[in-house]
Each structure stands twice: as C-alpha cells, then as structure tokens.
C-alpha cells in the first residue's frame, strides 16, 4: 500500500536524469534514428520527439499511469503482471522490449535500495516493463497516475535531448529549447495518458514502426554510442 510520501521533491527526484536508473546509456531511439538518416540536423529533432511523444510515449505513459492506480488501489501481482503483458504485446521490437525491461529492473534496484520497504515491487519472476516499475515505484510513494504519466513522457523526452548533444553535435541550450517547446505537449498527453489508463481494454496502442525497426538495426551495428 502507498506509504503517503509523495511529494513534488519526491517526483523530482525519481526523473531526475542523475537517478542511477541506467537511462543515461540509452539515447531514446535517436542514435538509430541519426545513422539510418532519418534525423540528421537539430531541426528534426523536434518532429521526431513529437513522433515518440505520440505514440510509444501516449502508450508508456498509459501503462505507467495504470501500474500507479493498481498500487494506489491495493494491487495484486497476478494484476500487475497482467498490465506488463500488456505493454508486451503493444511493443513488437524484441530489442526496445529488451530495453524497457533492462530499465525498468535497474529502476526496481534503485529504487528498493532507496526505499527497503518495497522489496517484492516486481511483477513476477521476471523483470518489469519501465513504466510499470515507474508506476508501481510512484502508487507506492503515494505519488498520482497523473504524476506517474508526466514522469514517463519526460523520461522519454528528455533521453533523446541529452544524447543529442552527443550524437548530433549540438549546441546544448539549443537542444534542450526543443524540450521546453514540448512542454504544453507533455502536460496534454499525460493527461490523456491517465484517462485511458482506468481500463486495460482501453490502454492505447499506437506504434512507430520505424522506431522498432530502427532499434532492430541497431543491434547489429559494430559502433554505437548508446546500447538503444
């Protein structure tokens, strides 16, 4: 049950991108996206977030939004682990599965260490989706899907932006300008991401197929800067 710390410094805390997390080592599908030349300048920087923002982000966000209800709402395993199903059936890359699962077990580390009191967080014997483990981590601290929905749409914004200083070469005040610029986009899709989270039937499911065939490309690359 929520233990009833959530606090805005709390939440500041959780996506701060210093949080040992492992999110530093990703860049968000960028790198992919620059080699395969569909992002080449800092100008398209901005369509593509918007593009991730809309789909796989309005999707995350849902699914993190619902993990933080189910807590709040005194949860069971067998429901979480219904909710990560269905993040997995709305991911179709085996990579960017590999990944959100790959995060979402350093967050769960993190976040126990921090908190001992959330030992069994996950959702089964396997490690949960990202935003799930964000969810839970955010019902648990008594934190609100909303804020849970906020949280996961920034991670997947603000990850592109810090690796675009590096892989793109950019002027870093310039980067993070198109952050801001997205902020009103981000309030708005968290607050569709928690109107859809109340029904799993009624999660979303919009995809980017380049994104997923990028991040399968990506793999097989000899030199990459970031692991996804």
Do not use: K
Not at 52 to 61: I, N
């Amino acid at each position: 049950m929520p233990n009833g710390l959530g606090t805005p410094a709390l939440l500041l805390a959780l996506v701060d991108g210093r949080f040992p997390a492992g999110g530093y080592a990703h860049s968000g599908g960028l790198e992919p996206a620059v080699t395969s030349g569909h992002v080449q300048t800092v100008d398209d920087l901005e369509p593509f977030l918007l593009g991730r923002l809309r789909t796989t982000g309005l999707v995350t966000a849902a699914v993190a939004a619902a993990a933080c209800r189910e807590v709040l709402g005194g949860t069971t395993i067998e429901r979480l682990a219904a909710l990560d199903s269905e993040l997995d059936a709305r991911t179709p890359s085996p990579a960017q599965r590999a990944t959100s699962r790959q995060l979402g077990r350093q967050l769960v580390r993190a976040v126990v260490t921090i908190t001992p009191q959330l030992a069994g967080m996950e959702t089964g014997h396997r490690a949960p989706h990202l935003p799930v483990a964000l969810g839970v981590a955010f019902g648990h601290h008594g934190l609100s899907p909303y804020d849970a929905a906020l949280a996961c749409l920034h991670e997947s914004a603000a990850g592109v932006v810090a690796a675009a200083v590096r892989v793109l070469s950019t002027d870093p005040f310039v980067t993070y300008g198109v952050l801001a610029r997205l902020a009103p986009v981000i309030d708005e899709l968290a607050g569709e991401a928690v109107d859809r989270s109340a029904d799993l039937a009624d999660l979303p499911a919009d995809s980017g197929p380049l994104q997923d065939t990028n991040a399968e490309r990506h793999l097989t690359r000899a030199t990459r800067l970031f692991a996804s």
